[in-house]
T-cell receptor, first 111, second 113 residues
Framework: GDSVTQMEGPVTLSEEAFLTINCTYT??????LFWYVQYPGEGLQLLLK?????DKGSNKGFEATYRKETTSFHLEKGSVQVSDSAVYFC??????????FGQGTTLQVKP | DAGVIQSPRHEVTEMGQEVTLRCKPI?????LFWYRQTMMRGLELLIY????????DSGMPEDRFSAKMPNASFSTLKIQPSEPRDSAVYFC???????????FGPGTRLTVT
């Protein structure tokens, strides 16, 4: 079945460092891909999405490019802030419309 | 616009008691999803509805769990009887047909003692 694999956390960075969180997927067909962010004590918020190959999703300085050839959707940000500390989930939308989530990656940004 | 609304935000109950969690989806959305989040198992889809009809309940852990959607603006997830292993955060999410992204509520943190 469809699946999503994220890099294990926690990821600890200093403020203004470059961030990459790796995400790869296995799916039949051409799923839509997402990054969601969960701040402590809150629900999941949609961070960005891409619906077809080579699409780049971007929001709040975060970017991810839908790479069909490598089945990847890595999340990047050029300069992280303390306020970016959260859990990040990669997900795909399968052919039924259900979301399949990765296990989540915790990001800690230190001042 | 109001997002997905869930109540209560926190629930503490004793083993054996009935628990009812509530969700109001975003107005106009025709899909509704119930998820459970735990440290051990991550995010699990329990059940989802389309136009108030349950489509896939294969994630419901056992007969103690039931979900209903009596109308387009309200859904409940009931656990009867509750057990300590049901302790988790339960999320509701909704989606508009034709768009793949789901919008999540703030969750209900359930503690069963």
């Amino acid at each position: 079945g469809d699946s999503v694999t994220q890099m294990e956390g926690p990821v600890t960075l200093s403020e203004e460092a470059f961030l990459t969180i790796n995400c790869t997927y296995t799916a039949t067909g051409y799923p839509s891909l997402f990054w969601y962010v969960q701040y402590p004590g809150e629900g999941l918020q949609l961070l960005l999405k891409a619906t077809k190959a080579d699409d780049k999703g971007s929001n709040k300085g975060f970017e991810a490019t839908y790479r069909k050839e490598t089945t990847s959707f890595h999340l990047e940000k050029g300069s992280v802030q303390v306020s970016d500390s959260a859990v990040y989930f990669c997900a795909l939308s399968d052919h039924t419309g259900k979301l399949i989530f990765g296990q989540g990656t915790t990001l800690q940004v230190k001042p | 616009d109001a997002g997905v609304i869930q109540s209560p935000r926190h629930e503490v109950t004793e083993m054996g008691q009935e628990v009812t969690l509530r969700c109001k989806p975003i107005s106009g959305h025709d899909y509704l999803f119930w998820y459970r989040q735990t440290m051990m198992r991550g995010l699990e889809l329990l059940i989802y509805f389309n136009n108030n009809v349950p489509i896939d309940d294969s994630g419901m852990p056992e007969d103690r769990f039931s979900a209903k959607m009596p109308n387009a603006s309200f859904s409940t997830l009931k656990i009867q009887p509750s057990e300590p292993r049901d302790s988790a955060v339960y999320f509701c999410a909704s989606r508009l047909r034709g768009l793949p992204q789901q919008y999540f509520g703030p969750g209900t943190r359930l503690t069963v003692t």
